[in-house]
């Protein structure tokens, strides 16, 4: 059905996608190409929020080169979306361009578009084909996917441990366990989340920032402490420059008088309160994720917190993907990755599938999902 020629543009949109990794969220990373005697004359990809999504993008670049579409075939990594949200329909770019064929790698998982916006393009008279590279295709789009599919964000936990599955000195300390490339690949993975989530015990204990500053991006993710009892500090790091991303503080409940004071002091510096709780008093960490789909369109959420924290998310099966970077000494004592209740019996285990493996310099990275 495909040639070798349709594999190596439609591998050339997927290329065109990861340009828009640290850019087009909440949207997802789209790319295109557009073909005509199996040359390439117009590539694009989804920019930032309100700007033009992949397939307008390439259009755009063939007509600026004094080319027309009409005939070519377009290689799209999603299917072209068929609504109006912040922007206009791309089908309807796509129909007006009059291509002789559009091949997707995968349908849309948004069921405002559901396949609508092929069966568009087939209305018009447009051959569509869907289907290739498609696990590439989903790959790119985890989160994206996972909000649209099950009402929750793609959550991907970042640990960087001992070989004995150590991530601090007894005292707590931490800073540095792994390498600088480890630490640049961790700011990869910042780079393209929607927000990063951590702990008030991280907050209190590192004082970190939680930006991303080892790789280049238009765009900085929100940051989010899960703190049941707002205990963070008014001068923490993480709290500054709220002018180039927002900060979500998460508590437990505001009733009392004195979280009440506490979140006030917060809002006068520019940082958002939201209160969620569990029946044990703590913050209800499954319906705060599921909040931060729906009512905050976040796609994929970065975590780097601490042992009682990845123990919490892990009970509660909220982490889809684990980011384990291993550096090549033992600690001894020290805390350890996860405060995880000893099992009664293996079959209590949660069994986690190796995606990838990869060094960085002298350090392991091992990605696993469920």
């Known amino acids: 059905?495909?040639?070798?020629?349709?594999?190596?543009?439609?591998?050339e949109a997927l290329a065109e996608a990861q340009k828009a990794f640290y850019l087009s969220n909440p949207n997802p990373r789209v790319g295109c190409v557009i073909a005509k005697d199996e040359k390439v004359i117009g590539r694009g990809y989804t920019q930032r929020v309100g700007g033009p999504h992949a397939e307008v993008q390439a259009l755009a670049d063939v007509r600026a080169k004094g080319l027309d579409p009409a005939g070519s075939t377009i290689y799209v990594t999603l299917e072209p979306c068929n609504h109006t949200g912040r922007t206009p329909p791309c089908v309807d770019a796509l129909i007006e361009a009059k291509p002789a064929m559009v091949i997707a790698a995968m349908s849309d998982p948004n069921p405002l578009v559901?396949?609508?916006?092929?069966?568009?393009?087939?209305?018009?008279g447009i051959e569509v084909r869907c289907g290739l590279l498609g696990t590439e295709a989903i790959a790119l789009n985890l989160g994206?996917?996972?909000?649209?599919?099950?009402?929750?964000p793609w959550v991907r936990m970042k640990i960087a441990a001992s070989l004995d599955g150590k991530t601090a000195l007894p005292n707590g300390q931490s800073q540095w366990i792994t390498g600088p490339l480890a630490r640049t690949d961790g700011h990869h993975w910042r780079a393209q989340a929607c927000a990063i989530l951590t702990g008030v015990g991280t907050v209190k204990e590192d004082d970190p920032t939680l930006n991303v500053r080892d790789v280049q991006t238009e765009r900085q993710p929100w940051r989010i402490i899960v703190d049941?009892?707002?205990?963070?500090?008014?001068n923490a790091k993480i709290l500054g420059r709220l002018d180039q991303s927002g900060v979500i503080l998460v508590c437990a409940s505001l009733d009392s008088?004195?979280?009440?004071?506490?979140?006030?002091?917060f809002e006068a510096l520019g940082v958002e309160v939201i209160a969620t709780a569990n029946a044990h008093g703590k913050v209800d960490l499954p319906k705060l994720f599921a909040y931060l789909a729906k009512e905050r369109h976040m796609n994929e959420i970065h975590v780097e917190a601490g042992f009682k924290l990845n123990g919490s998310l892990l009970r509660e099966g909220c982490v889809d993907e684990l980011l384990l970077y291993y550096a090549p000494f033992f600690i001894g004592d020290g805390i350890g990755m996860a405060?995880?209740?000893?099992?009664?019996?293996?079959?209590q285990r949660q069994?986690?599938?190796?995606?990838?493996?990869?060094l960085f310099g002298s350090d392991l990275r091992l990605r696993l999902s469920k």
């Open 1 to 11: 059905m495909y040639t070798a020629v349709d594999h190596q543009l439609m591998t």
């Open 351 to 358: 069994d986690w599938q190796i995606i990838d493996q990869t």
């Open 144 to 152: 994206f996917i996972s909000r649209m599919t099950r009402g929750l």
């Open 228 to 234: 049941s009892k707002l205990e963070t500090p008014l």
């Open 257 to 265: 008088a004195d979280t009440k004071e506490k979140a006030a002091a």
């Open 339 to 347: 405060n995880i209740s000893p099992l009664g019996a293996l079959d």
């Open 114 to 124: 559901g396949g609508q916006g092929l069966e568009r393009l087939k209305s018009a």
